[in-house]
């Protein structure tokens, strides 16, 4: 996955939906294939240092700096790959409230 992010990074897109829903696995063997799944919600920045301030995302996955409503860049993805490590190994979600009025 993190490999996935670094190549679309390096063409300066940022994903802005990286969560377990979009992580796609083409075959079940030793030489198992994983993919990012929906670019519906990518983006290609003018540089790897741009930012975009338009606010999209899954609730458990976004960044402070979009919770904030400030600009974000690349590093969105990478606070993202963080929030899914967290649920691959314990299961819940790092950052979720069972009300939409508690959610950070």
Known sequence: MATGVQALHKKNILHRDIKLENILVTNLTED???????MGSAVQLDSATATTDFMIGT???????MLKKKA???????????ALMH????????????DSKHRR
């Open 32 to 38: 198992t294939g994983v993919r990012i799944g929906d």
């Open 59 to 65: 609730p458990g996955y976004i960044a402070p700096e």
């Open 72 to 82: 974000y860049g690349l590093a969105y993805d990478v606070w993202a790959i963080g």
């Open 87 to 98: 649920a691959l190994l314990t299961m819940e979600l790092p950052f979720w409230a069972t």
